[in-house]
């Protein structure tokens, strides 16, 4: 098959969840004999090179630049008279418009897959040029939920009205264009009954996020560092931030209190400078690291303070992977198939995570045995050769929705 894989950005390098989900369906999709043409939008944050993609074999990356930073001026703008909300308005081009149609009109596809909402509105291009070309949505979120969220945390009157205006916007958006796909793969099982909600026809199948083992392999000559936990994440993204905060306001100044011999590292790319400033003893801000696989393999204990957010942490199933002991809120482990005190160590009140910690630095919560049944389930449900067949079938299955005689 010949897959056009649409992208709000280029993926590459893998360092976050979104860019390391799409460069993995591309990377194994050319794996199993498939060829993939990746049109990105190349924004000035995640800009790079037609050539960064030249590393996959069978896999073609053509990016399109796109100004996607926010602007006070056109958030305002959009406010008053925008017709879609402004979080995809930024990625509404043009330019990605023309290059699309004539990748259309010039080529052969057998399917398209569009990453997300934020490039979701562009399934009336696509269905316009190529009516009876099977489009299915990669659904990385339910966007709207993760605003939701955000404004439900939110301290500030003001920025909660915001926030509370965005979600609105997006749920009326992914209502209006989510069910104009073919097929939907949502990237955990409660997104799945989030999409059918919204009005997602069938199919909305479950597809997860994978992890190629072949990047996540242990490091015999790496040793953890006793008495040390570890978070990494993009500290862009508001969710992360909102986690790392509360778990840094409720849980480790009594924790640091208890276990004076404990210590915290935190890795992310964009880390803002009040993180960078901090001078909390014993919290060691790293900033962004060049190898998450050895980031992990350098600490002891993961934790994942999420709060807010949607779809699936991406960065869990990477630390299991490596055999990590993973301390996570509920809504962190949502959508992985976990089992509490198992693979996993699950907690939404800061007194649990305390006495969790309070186990760890006494040997008595077995982080080695946890860790090693995380690694097992990874390899038991998440290897991306798996994730890959999933997609293929949902190909299969997308193009008996349209009309056979069409596409002659």
């Not at 052969?108 to 897959?113: R, S």
């Not at 790392?244 to 935190?266: C, N, R, S, T, Y």
């Not at 482990?333 to 907690?347: A, C, H, T, Y």
Request: proline share 6%; hydrophobic share 45%; with cysteine.
């Amino acid at each position: 098959m010949h897959i056009l894989q649409l992208c709000p950005r280029v993926p590459f390098p893998p360092h976050d969840g979104g860019a390391i989900a799409m460069h993995d369906v591309a990377a194994g999709l050319a794996a199993a004999g498939h060829q993939v043409t990746v049109l990105a939008i190349n924004t000035p944050k995640h800009f790079q090179p037609d050539t960064v993609l030249s590393h996959l074999a069978g896999v073609r990356l053509v990016t399109v630049p796109v100004d996607t930073r926010l602007s006070p001026v056109k958030a305002l703008k959009n406010l008053l008279v925008g017709q879609v909300p402004y979080n995809v308005e930024r990625f509404i081009s043009p330019a990605v418009e023309a290059r699309l149609v004539e990748l259309l009109r010039t080529e052969q596809f057998d399917v398209v897959q569009v990453e997300g909402t934020f490039v979701a509105w562009y399934v009336d291009v696509i269905k316009r040029e190529q009516p009876s070309l099977p489009v299915v949505l990669r659904a990385h979120n339910v966007e709207y939920t993760i605003w939701q969220m955000l404004a439900e945390g939110e301290a500030n009157p003001l920025k909660r009205l915001y926030l509370r205006h965005l979600a609105k916007g997006l749920k009326k958006f992914e209502q209006d264009f989510l069910p104009r796909f073919d097929a939907v793969a949502a990237i955990t099982e409660p997104d799945q009954r989030r999409l059918r909600a919204l009005g997602c026809a069938e199919p909305v199948v479950f597809v997860p996020a994978g992890v190629d083992l072949t990047r996540f392999q242990v490091n015999p000559g790496i040793r953890a560092k006793p008495r040390t936990l570890f978070m990494i994440g993009s500290l862009d993204w508001l969710p992360n931030l909102e986690g790392l905060d509360w778990f840094l306001d409720h849980v480790w100044p009594q924790a640091h209190e208890l276990l004076p011999e404990l210590e915290l590292h935190i890795a992310g790319k964009n880390t803002p400078a009040r993180l960078q400033g901090l001078t909390k003893k014993n919290v060691i801000v790293h900033g962004f690291v060049e190898s998450a696989a050895e980031f992990m393999q350098q600490y002891d204990v993961m934790i994942v303070p999420l709060l807010s957010g949607g779809g699936m942490r991406i960065k869990i199933i990477e630390g299991m992977a490596l055999g990590k002991c993973i301390i996570s809120t509920g809504l962190g482990s949502e959508g992985i198939f976990v089992r509490n005190g198992f693979d996993i160590v699950l907690g939404d009140e800061p007194s649990a995570w305390l006495e969790y910690l309070r186990r760890y630095c006494a040997g008595e919560l077995d982080q080695q045995a946890i860790g090693q049944e995380a690694a097992r389930t990874i390899a038991r449900l998440y290897d991306n050769r798996r994730v890959i067949e999933g997609f293929v079938d949902l190909y299969s299955i997308a193009s008996t929705r349209v009309q056979p005689a069409s596409r002659a």
